[in-house]
């Protein structure tokens, strides 16, 4: 409360309206699947256009090498070409992949993920200096000689630092630096100090700069050493690499990050004197050596990597596993993201992958998965003997596969429909509304269908829940089909179950100023024009059924929905009844003959 302890006027602020709810997002789709490239652990990564995709994951997969899990690629490209404009995306390898390997004397690098890829990465080396100074006094202390310097900035303890005086160049570490005072391991000559303008006589740090190559990827460590204590210490400076780890061992022994069973890199020098003159390893104990000497040569190529076998995949590598916040695999990788609310594994129709993703959308209640069917499954039966593993209200699923053209192998190829779905969800949920049912929607860039079927097979199948999609003649191809594979009626309809994910998630994110606020009538009546207001616009929208908001929607809070001991026990409990729009599935004229009738 405000104080007024000298008389005046007081202007105070004070929250008594309804506050300003803004809406969720509804189509950003989250996919799973196996890539060239990419994490394999940790957090999906966000892609905004088919290039993004492509300079994160790589391009499209080989059918000869990877066979039925290469869809990933062809389904994102499918996402955005229908509408989409963002996703996620969780790359899935083969247990057996291997990164690519390479080292020079102590110092080794992995490809940052497994995969062939890693074997097109080069990583070359030149010398830096990220500081250099004169000396300009020489200091007596009992404790040794110390070292005034014109600036010590750059200096860090641990540097190795490089004298040249003629032909000569001699190296020292730097033990202390403080306030433009250095103390170096070895004592320098007194004939160091150079009070010049323009000094003759300088001492540089010894740094190198790795120029990391990939494709057209080029990544830049500059003035990088290895001085563990320094902010640019070779492993902390690469950290952040989307192409490679780097490690250094010190003793000159084989670092961890470079199995000896890994096949060794191909190093070169620039020239036969680079390569006589490379030490073989660290140097030994108490001698001090500049990191391009340590390093031994000034480039090298990573060899080794391998993209595993398609046969060794199983439905676990999709499933993931959760070993913890910023570690988790495949499916499990997306409880760290709140963001996705549509999802798919494109391809993938392993019944224990499946059941996997739909229990991940029900145990959020945020998300909503769409289901490819076998391509093989051409016949009723076998759609539906697929179609009856299911039965949820956070899952469609689309059938026939979609045959598109492969810019790979330069022909149409059948490619799973999921990819292009979730863009026609965008694209419906940004034209429309995600009120509207995604259905009788073009599927672009889609020359035919894997297979056809019939009104009399869709008359089966409709009510099963299975969204085919068809082709009608002057009409293009087109999404025939807006359910579920739910058995309750009430969830039916793919637009009704994802209207009420976006009005449940958009009132959660929406109302958390409510949380330790005072439970009484006036915040009772604030939380009900809030949501009242917000669904009233959703009913404008179209969104809800009914000629009056009174008739779309009704906000109760109060005594009628919260006892004493709800409200003793911090508990605020609002019943929010909607009433929403539902498609015209079957559109029914009735026609009779009117026949004229004699007047009388």
Known sequence: MAEYLSPGVYVEEFDSGATPMEGVGTSTAGFVGLAQRGPTSGLPQLVTNYADFGRIYGGHLSANEFGDYRFLSYAVESFFVNGGSRCYVMRVAPPDAKASTGSAAALSFTARNPGLWGDDISISFAPASKAKTQVLEIINDPDGKKY????????????????????????????????????????????????????????TTCEFTVTVKYDDLVETYENVSFNIEAPNYIEKATAKSDLIIAAYNASGEAPAAAPAAAPAADAKGDDKKDKKS????????????????IIGVTSLNLKGGSNGSVASVSA?????????AGKRTGIQAFVDNDVVSIIAAPGVTDPNVQLTLVSHCENLASRFAVLDIPQDAKKVEDVEAHRDIFDSEYAALYHPWLIVYDSLDKKNIAIPPSGAVMGIYARSDNTRGVHKAPANEVVRNCVGLDCQFNKGEQDILNPKGVNLIRSFPGQGIRVWGARTVSSNGLWKYVNVRRLFIYLEESIKANTSWVVFEPNDEAL???VQRTISVFLTTMWREGSLMGSSPEEAFFVNIGRETMSQDDIDNGRLICVIGIAPVKPAEFVIFRLTQKTSESAE
């Open 524 to 526: 009772w009546v604030r």
């Open 316 to 324: 676990g590598d999709f499933i993931g596993e959760d070993k913890g």
């Open 278 to 293: 490379a030490p073989a390893a660290a140097p030994a104990a108490g001698g001090i050596t500049a990191p391009m000497d």
């Open 148 to 203: 005034r310097v014109k600036s010590s900035v750059g200096f860090n303890v641990g540097d190795v630092v490089a004298y040249a005086e003629g032909d000569k160049v001699t190296y020292n570490k730097v033990v202390k630096s403080q306030d433009n005072v250095i103390t170096f391991e070895k004592d320098y000559p007194d004939s160091i100090v150079d009070t010049n303008l323009l000094p003759s006589k300088v001492i």
